[in-house]
């Protein structure tokens, strides 16, 4: 016998599963309207041993930023000239705006959007001389120290011969530098010795 109660019952239970059909649907609208609102992931394109792509990195790191990291080959001209116009590292890439480079001016630009978490998290530049002065007297040690072994380990920027051999052309050690158009390569890369490649691709 069928009752008022059993007819509601059996209405309710009819209604059910366009109600939570209903219901997903809102929840994948408002997933893809929060989706669409939110800023893109950002893009650094960088190479691992460039002190200047480290601090991008750095502050990325330290405001929890998520982002995607590009390593590009020393050798590739056309990447860099293609987002800002000339080979140089680190570019950020937002996905909205024009990409730009220089280290400084990213770090100072994404501490101040709120899109990227609380602005002021870095100071301003501090501009002490004394600090500017001791990089300048240890800048020729220095180079002679890291130019040689960039090449000689295992970096994404220098996987293959001809990244590093363009590295090599344009980096030379102190004081071969500034060195005339077909000067012979400074003896203390030579004796450096062969940057050679395993079977594995990876420098040895």
């Keep these: 016998e069928t009752t008022p109660h059993s007819n509601l019952a059996s209405q309710t239970c009819g209604r059910a599963p366009k109600m939570l059909a209903r219901v997903a649907t809102l929840f994948v609208s408002s997933n893809a309207l929060a989706s669409a609102l939110a800023p893109a992931r950002p893009t650094l394109y960088v190479y691992d041993h460039c002190p200047f792509c480290v601090r991008a990195r750095l502050a990325f790191g330290l405001k929890g930023i998520k982002h995607d990291v590009r390593f590009m080959a020393n050798d590739d001209v056309d990447l860099p000239t293609s987002l800002v116009g000339k080979k140089i590292a680190p570019i950020f890439d937002d996905g909205n705006s024009a990409p730009y480079a220089e280290s400084l001016d990213i770090v100072r630009n994404v501490d101040a959007d709120p899109a990227y978490g609380t602005p002021g998290a870095f100071r301003p530049l501090s501009d002490r001389t004394d600090l500017k002065a001791w990089q300048k007297s240890v800048q ?39 060195r005339p158009t077909g000067a012979r390569t400074s003896s203390l890369w030579m004796s450096a010795g062969p940057c050679t490649t395993t079977s594995r691709g990876t420098p040895s």
């Design 140 to 178: 020729t040690p220095l180079r002679l120290l890291q130019r040689p072994r960039y090449v000689k380990t295992y970096l994404p920027e220098f996987v293959t011969g001809s990244s590093r051999d363009t590295f090599v052309k344009n980096h030379q050690l102190p004081p071969y530098e500034r």
